[in-house]
């Protein structure tokens, strides 16, 4: 007898649960008025020369070089400070390369 009115506020409280996450995970979805106009992201070049110049216009004309290029030069730069990182913890007498195996 008991299981029954058990179940039954269970899956009220469930419901009321599941729309309280609701309204508070995807209010956009339930309060949305119009759709807003999209954002056009632009890099200032204003005082800029040379190689930033050229990098944040290549930002405003052609995203996807953009990324091309920044997926190139971060390992590039990684490798050249690890390599000049490896010089200086070597030049103080701590040998890294013994343990890697």
Sequence with gaps: MYSIYLKRLLAALTRV???L???????GL??????????HYTANTQG???????????YNN???SC???????????????GSVADFFISRT????????K
């Design 17 to 19: 649960l599941v729309l």
């Design 48 to 58: 800029l020369s040379g190689v930033e110049l050229w990098y944040a216009n290549l």
């Design 30 to 39: 339930i309060f949305a008025e119009e759709k807003a106009l999209p954002l």
């Design 62 to 64: 052609n995203r996807f």
């Design 67 to 81: 990324a091309l290029v920044t997926i190139l030069i971060i390992p590039v730069v990684g490798f050249i400070l």
């Design 93 to 100: 007498g701590l040998d890294l390369k013994s343990r890697a």
């Design 21 to 27: 996450c609701l309204l508070c995970c995807f209010p």
